[in-house]
């Protein structure tokens, strides 16, 4: 009989996080029982479809602080709700201007979204960062023109953790009259988001970041006067108010519902001990290791719980990744692992190629334990150090090193 293989210890969720038992639960009462289509409203199946649809639509409304369940538009995931977020914005305002704020470590489904957009004449802003990733509201506030209609700005970022000060720029767009689009894909059900206080206009959610199934995400459009008009991405039907037409997926929609239930009675006592984990898992990489950096704001209070981003001098990250099977790991942004370009965001903070190269994200979650972040620590450091000792560039750097000690 072979030995059975110990599955790797997962510390990649905010790549993705594994689907809470709870909320499997929920969709596969909509796949067996409640299978109905939500729009056909002439029979018991159908009305039981909408009625779980409209629970799951206040659900993610009380989650991030909306006053009104009818201020959520369910979508395919962040993706779909930047770009309907920035394209409908951008288009349905184009005779008032044609100018927007970003910052340049954005995720790609923004980036990639408002260079396509630059294609068809939109002039875009790309803030620089601070060594930590942060952008300030005053950077913000010198690049609006009276041709500003949008500013978008993530509420935490995917690769470093670092929190912006979303509340600030809020309320600047806010006295401006300037609409402000905020991706909060990594941020829901870790922080403390609330659109009302934030004054966010348009928020991005995504399921699978808060253990909820892939595929499913919303857009919270906030209720102003006069009403905030989009352009659809797509024609044909009437759903979601004719901003996102087509049947709607109710047994992902149920699932993220009950994810957004879940984060909001248990996010903060999750976060908090994420957060030590987080913390245990930076101070063994760097007691057991010299010439190694941790990427991203110092201060816990400025980043994501669960994230660290990690530099090793003198180590390939996707080489360190290889040697390390025991554990599931990321080089940087999981949507654009495929290409071999050092992380973008790791260069907008300083970075070189090769330090940029050398880094490895971490992501804990909510089952990691406390041994799985000291074997995690072994595992690293017994790798790094296998490595470095193959490395000419490593032997020039100790030498160094022990000469600046002498």
């Not at 602080?65 to 009818?70: E, P, R, W, Y």
């Not at 993706?79 to 201007?97: D, F, P, Q, Y």
């Not at 180590?315 to 360190?320: D, H, Q």
């Amino acid at each position: 009989m072979t030995e059975s293989v110990r599955s790797p210890i997962y510390l990649d969720h905010n790549a993705t996080t594994p689907v809470d038992p709870r909320v499997v639960d929920e969709m596969t009462r909509m796949f067996l029982v409640c299978y109905g289509n939500a729009s056909s409203r002439t029979h018991a199946f159908g009305w039981q479809a909408e009625e779980a649809v409209e629970l799951a639509r206040r659900q993610v409304a009380e989650l991030v602080g909306a006053d009104k369940a009818k201020t959520i538009l369910f979508t395919s995931g962040a993706t779909e709700s930047n770009n309907l977020a920035i394209k409908g914005a951008v288009r349905a305002l184009a005779r008032r201007g044609d100018h927007v704020v970003t910052q340049v470590t954005e995720h790609k489904a923004v980036l990639d979204t408002l260079k396509a957009l630059e294609r068809e004449g939109t002039k875009v802003t790309y803030l620089a960062v601070d060594r930590e990733g942060r952008v300030e509201a005053g950077q913000v506030a010198t690049a609006l023109t009276d041709r500003t209609v949008l500013v978008s700005l993530m509420y935490a970022n995917n690769e470093i953790g670092t929190v912006q000060p979303v509340a600030e720029v809020g309320r600047l767009c806010r006295d401006r009259g300037v609409l402000f689009h905020c991706d909060a894909a990594q941020a829901l059900g870790q922080l403390d988001v609330h659109v009302e206080r934030d004054a966010i206009d348009l928020l991005s959610i995504s399921a699978h970041k808060m253990y909820g199934p892939k595929g499913v995400g919303a857009l919270y459009v906030a209720p102003r006067r006069p009403p905030i008009r989009l352009e659809p991405l797509f024609h044909g039907g009437g759903q979601e108010k004719g901003l996102r037409p087509g049947t709607l997926n109710v047994p992902g929609i149920v699932g993220l519902g009950a994810a957004a239930a879940i984060a909001r009675a248990d996010g903060a006592t999750h976060a908090a001990r994420m957060a030590g984990l987080r913390d245990r898992l930076w101070s063994g990489i760097e007691s057991g290791l010299t010439h190694v950096r941790r990427n991203g704001p110092a201060a816990a209070s400025g980043r994501l719980p669960n994230n660290l981003n990690v530099s090793f001098e003198c180590i390939e990250g996707e080489s360190l990744m290889m040697s390390m099977p025991e554990l599931a790991v990321a080089s940087g942004s999981a949507c654009t692992s495929a290409t071999k370009e050092a992380s973008y965001v790791l260069k907008a903070i300083g970075l070189s190629d090769e330090l940029a190269h050398s880094s490895l994200r971490l992501g804990v979650g909510r089952a990691t334990t406390e041994s799985d972040v000291d074997a995690a620590i072994e595992v690293l450091v017994r790798a790094v150090e296998r490595l470095r000792a193959m490395s000419p560039l490593w032997g020039a750097v100790s030498r160094r090193a022990a000469r600046a000690r002498a």
